[in-house]
């Protein structure tokens, strides 16, 4: 993701086509870039793309609850094992995008030190950080 000011450039992925209208949705943009007015300060982008990811985060997690719920009640197993796919699709969605921002803050430390301290195992991706240790 990119934040300019000044200009809009969009890299579009190459897709196929039959893929594109087999779904029915364009394929997204290779990068996101946000064209911001001056008058934004960076608090501020960073309470909204904060309350943006708590809010689509917030959303796969219900989807994942509502997909796992209907794979319960789904009576045909075919069904039911497509929506169960669905619910570790999302499941698995949601862990990604946490484990992203993790990495991306660079707080795989910090989670080691708790771990070793609290005595709850290893990180969830089972990789060990030590280069950046906590003092």
Do not use: K
């Not at 949601?94 to 708790?114: C, G, K, M, P, S």
């Amino acid at each position: 993701m990119s934040f300019d000011r000044r200009t809009a450039r969009r890299d579009r992925a190459s897709a196929d086509a039959s893929a594109s209208a087999c779904h029915g949705t364009p394929p997204p943009a290779q990068d996101l870039v946000l064209i911001l007015p001056d008058s934004i300060t960076e608090p501020q982008v960073l309470q909204a793309v904060t309350q943006a990811l708590s809010a689509f985060r917030a959303g796969l997690v219900r989807e994942a609850t509502a997909y796992t719920d209907a794979a319960r009640r789904a009576r045909d197993p075919i069904r039911r094992a497509t929506l169960a796919g669905q619910a570790q699709a999302t499941n698995q969605a949601v862990t990604r995008l946490d484990e992203a921002i993790i990495a991306q803050l660079n707080l795989w430390a910090r989670y080691d030190r708790w771990q070793r301290l609290s005595g709850t195992g290893s990180r969830p991706d089972g990789l060990r950080d030590e280069q950046s240790e906590l003092p």
